[in-house]
């Protein structure tokens, strides 16, 4: 067998998560982590995040079956239970985002400091999803 190597890759695009109350969870991360709407429909919320990427909060359920587009299928997906994702932030802007979580009544669940210098601040959706907001220094690539 012939392995090949790939074309690169890009950023991420596209992130999801799948919430049972889509308004409420919409309305987090607009209000308290400042995602901007980009399309709100019963089924999915995009939000652009910081103009570098789009978060995708789809109402569990409504992915399960192929959606028929004039383009083409989107093919099923989904997922069950606590999800994870993380959102860049800078180090000088942690205390900000410390007192902006608490003025929003979002307690921060857990505090990370890593070896190569990166903080993160945990804390949960109201879907009970963990969020994490980092600085650079966690990964090499970060």
């Known amino acids: ?9 890009g950023r991420v695009v596209e992130s999801a998560l799948y919430v049972d109350d889509l308004p409420r969870a919409r309305d987090f991360y607009v209000n308290v982590l400042g995602g901007r709407v980009l399309l709100d429909t019963p089924r999915l919320a995009a939000l652009d995040i910081a103009g570098e990427s789009v978060l995708l909060l789809f109402r569990r359920g ?13 093919p099923p997906h989904g997922a069950e239970g606590v999800q994870h994702l993380a959102f860049a932030i800078a180090a000088a802007d942690t205390a900000q985002w410390e007192e902006h979580l608490g003025r929003s009544g ?3 669940e857990s505090r990370v400091r ?7 601040l945990y804390l949960r959706d109201p879907e009970g999803h963990s969020v994490e907001l980092i600085t650079p220094g966690l990964w090499a690539t970060y």
């Open 114 to 120: 890593w070896p190569r210098g990166g903080e993160s």
């Open 1 to 9: 067998m012939t392995v090949s190597r790939p074309p690169r890759i």
């Open 106 to 108: 979002v307690a921060i």
């Open 62 to 74: 409504e992915t399960l079956a192929p959606l028929e587009t004039a383009g083409g299928t989107v």
